[in-house]
C-alpha cells in the first residue's frame, strides 16, 4: 500500500509518495492556483497524482489514503476548514468530503504546523517518541503538541497554536491575531527585529547593526550573526529573544512534559547558539522534574516535515 500526501501552501503545493514506513517513494511541487476563490487547488492536487501514477506504474487502487496539510484553522474531527487566506478559500469548505469525492480514498485534513510537527515527530528529530513539542520561529511563530503520540487539536481546532501564547506583559507590539505581547511580536523574524528597534531606542547602544538599524533595513540574520561575532548589543536581544521562548517552553513543559522540544522555522537556522541560550534559560526556569532529560533539538525535516506528518495521518488513523 501506498499514501499520498500534500502540503498545500500558498505559493506552490508539495506533493509526496510513501509508503507504508514513511519513506518518500517521490516527491515533487506543483504552483497553487488560487485564481476563483482555490476552487482549482484539490482537483489539480489529485490531478497530479493520477499522472504520477501512471508515469512511475503504480495503480491508485494500492492508495491507502491521502493526507493534506492546509495553512488555516482545521475542525480534524470532521476535515472543515474555516478559511485559509493564502489560499484565497473563504468561509467552512469541507474539504475532506471534496477530496474523498475525487480520489474515492479516505482523507485526513490538518493544519500545515501541526502535519510538519508530526513530521518531526515519527521520522525526524522526535524520534518516534510519544511526547513532542515543535516551535516553528519563523516570519511568524507556529508549532505543534504531540501528545501519547496524537496530534492535540482541542476544542476548537487551537491546541498548539504556540505563537499567541502571552509572553510580553508589557504588550509592546502589535500581533497579527489582533492581541499584543504575542511570543510571535518577539520570538519570529520580525519579532527580534522588533526587539532590536526596541532596546536600540532605549538603551543607545553602540553596535554593529547601528546602520541597519538607523535605515529600518534590519533583518533577523544579521542580529544572530552580529551576536555570534560577540556584539553585546545583538547578544542581549538573543538573550531577551532566548528568555522569552524559554518561558513559553517551561509552562508547555509542565502541561504535556515532552521529551522533546523540537525548534524549526527560518529563525532557528542560528542552530547551536540559539538552542544553548534557550536551552540555559530553559532548565533555570522550569519545574525541574518537568525538564529533566527533555532535549531541545533543531528540526531535520525542513521542506519534507508537512507531506510526511499528512501522510503520517493516514498510516495512524486510516485501519
Ligand atoms: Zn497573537
Known amino acids: 500500500m501506498i499514501i499520498l500526501a500534500a502540503d498545500v501552501g500558498g505559493t ?3 506533493l509526496g509518495v510513501m509508503n507504508e514506513a514513511l519513506e518518500i517513494l517521490h516527491k515533487w511541487e506543483i504552483p497553487t492556483n488560487k485564481e476563483e476563490e482555490g476552487r482549482h487547488i484539490l482537483r489539480n492536487i489529485h490531478e497530479s497524482f493520477a499522472r504520477n501514477a501512471r508515469l512511475k506504474g503504480y495503480s491508485m487502487e494500492d492508495v491507502k489514503g491521502t ?18 487566506i493564502n489560499l484565497n478559500w473563504h468561509g467552512r469548505k469541507n474539504i475532506r468530503e471534496a477530496y474523498e469525492q475525487l480520489s474515492g480514498k479516505p482523507v485526513f485534513v490538518d493544519n500545515d504546523a501541526n502535519v510538519a510537527s508530526l513530521g518531526e515527530q515519527v521520522r525526524g528529530a522526535g524520534r518516534g517518541s510519544k511526547d513532542v513539542v515543535c516551535i516553528t520561529l519563523g516570519t511568524g ?8 503520540h496524537e496530534l492535540v487539536h482541542g476544542y476548537n481546532g487551537s491546541g498548539g497554536e504556540l505563537g499567541h501564547f502571552k509572553v510580553d506583559f508589557k ?14 511580536t518577539v520570538a519570529s523574524a520580525t519579532g527580534v527585529v522588533n526587539l532590536a528597534h526596541y532596546y536600540y531606542k532605549e538603551l543607545r547602544f553602540s553596535t554593529l547593526i547601528e546602520d541597519d538599524l538607523e535605515a529600518g533595513t534590519l533583518q533577523a540574520k544579521q542580529v544572530f550573526d552580529a551576536a ?15 528568555n522569552y521562548i524559554a ?14 522540544i523540537i525548534i524549526g522555522g527560518g529563525v532557528s537556522k542560528a542552530g547551536d547558539f540559539l538552542i544553548d541560550h534557550i536551552e540555559e534559560r530553559y ?12 532535549k531541545i533539538v533543531t528540526a ?10 499528512a501522510a503520517a495521518l493516514i498510516k495512524q488513523y486510516v485501519k
Open 300 to 309: 531535520q525535516l525542513g521542506n519534507d516535515a508537512g507531506m510526511i506528518g
Open 141 to 148: 511563530v507556529g508549532g505543534g503538541i504531540i501528545s501519547n
Open 67 to 84: 493526507g493534506l496539510g492546509i495553512p488555516g484553522p482545521i475542525d480534524f474531527d470532521n476535515g472543515v476548514v474555516n478559511g485559509a
Open 228 to 242: 555570534k561575532a560577540g556584539d553585546e548589543f545583538a547578544l542581549y536581544i538573543i538573550r531577551k529573544v532566548s
Open 171 to 184: 504588550e509592546r507590539f502589535q500581533c497579527n491575531c489582533g492581541h499584543k505581547g504575542c511570543l510571535e
Open 12 to 14: 506552490t503545493c508539495k
Open 247 to 260: 518561558y513559553a517552553l517551561s509552562v508547555i513543559s509542565v502541561m504535556t512534559n515532552p521529551e522533546y
Open 283 to 294: 532548565q533555570e526556569m522550569t519545574f525541574s522534574p518537568a525538564a529533566e532529560g527533555t
